[in-house]
């Protein structure tokens, strides 16, 4: 049951040298189908239907270790184009804030979710400023989320669109059930439903691992560290898949949580090489909502940000040896994640 906490609150994503390592493996498209389920045992999601995931990638328009121009151009570029490479139909959440740096709108920042559009690509809206729900005043809260449309609205207006889901920063989406319905009920006063995640997991440690590597100039390290990323992500899914298994007896279609970052632009080829060998397609968030399991009972009103399964397993009164065996991060990845350069 991972424990998301504000350790890397929007002002502290910034960009990254523009020093990368580039993943060897030849790239391997999903876009021919996808491969039968093969792995652990167990019902999919019933009739013998083909595994469903959507991949959603938060802090756009990127989460970078430090700025600069070129470093945010190259994480958008390389990440749209290899998700669609592999004909994902990703989501994207933003924090306008990023469009800010120097306190005016930045016509470059905005050029880089024009990309994201222009791709095909949905964007959704991950507030302005990435405020903590469980320690900002409600009404300051929904004035941060209306503040996060403008530039959002309009470039999708531009394609006949709009925004239409809402991810809560953190994942903290109130500390009481009158908190959380006020600002659900504000939501869908505004034409949002909230986005939900079912795997959850340690990325964003790896990722800034991964741009303390680049940092330093380190490609080995910086190889080892998305070598490792790839591995751990195989486990995760796993587990939540089992997770999935014993909570509704199958297979619901997974939401992904990922973020826009380098470590997931130089290693989408990889990551989407693993979902395919465990029987993944691709959806889009309307797709997986549609699933009955989404309209689950949520009462979870804890301190953690964690995943819809297991906000649905709270409520259903699970506790303890259900939540059991989550994988860790790696503990070399733990190191330099909290070793930053100079």
């Not at 504000?6 to 993943?23: E, F, K, T």
């Not at 910086?222 to 014993?246: K, L, P, T």
Request: net charge negative.
């Amino acid at each position: 049951m991972s424990r998301r906490t504000p350790v890397l609150a929007a002002g502290i994503c910034v960009g990254l040298l523009a020093v990368a390592w580039v993943a060897a493996t030849p790239a391997r498209s999903a876009s021919g189908g996808s491969a039968l389920y093969a792995r652990s045992g167990g019902s999919l999601t019933g009739g013998g239907a083909e595994r469903r995931i959507v991949l959603t990638y938060d802090d756009l328009p990127a989460n970078i270790f430090r700025d600069s121009e070129r470093a945010v151009a190259g994480i958008t570029h390389d990440l749209v184009d290899a998700v669609n490479r592999h004909g994902i139909p990703a989501i994207g959440f933003v924090n306008e804030s990023k469009l800010y740096p120097d306190g005016d709108l930045d016509s470059a920042r905005v050029a880089f979710l024009q990309y994201w559009v222009a791709a095909g690509l949905e964007l959704g809206n991950h507030s302005f400023s990435h405020p903590d729900l469980h320690s900002t005043d409600v009404a300051a809260f929904e004035m941060d989320v209306l503040a996060g449309e403008r530039v959002t609205r309009e470039l999708l207006a531009a394609v006949g669109r709009s925004p239409r889901y809402f991810r809560h920063p953190f994942l903290h989406t109130g500390r009481s059930l009158e908190i959380k319905s006020r600002v659900e009920a504000f939501l869908d006063d505004h034409g949002y439903r909230v986005a939900p995640v079912t795997i959850d997991n340690h990325e964003w440690i790896y990722a800034r691992a991964y741009d303390h590597a680049l940092v330093r100039e380190d490609p080995p390290l910086a190889g080892r560290i998305a070598e490792a990323y790839v591995a751990y992500m195989d486990s995760v899914v796993g587990y939540y898949e089992a997770q999935s298994r014993a909570l509704v007896g199958r297979e619901i279609p997974q939401v992904l949580l990922l973020h826009a970052n380098r470590l997931n632009a130089d290693t989408t080829d990889e990551l989407v090489g693993v979902l395919v060998d465990r029987g993944y397609s691709f959806i889009d968030l309307d797709e997986a909502l549609r699933d009955p399991a989404y309209g689950l009972p949520d009462e979870f009103v804890g301190s953690g940000g964690i995943t819809w399964i297991h906000r649905w397993a709270l409520t259903r009164g699970e506790r303890g040896e259900f939540f059991a065996g989550e994988p860790p991060a790696h503990p070399f990845v733990e190191e330099v994640f909290g070793n930053p350069p100079p």
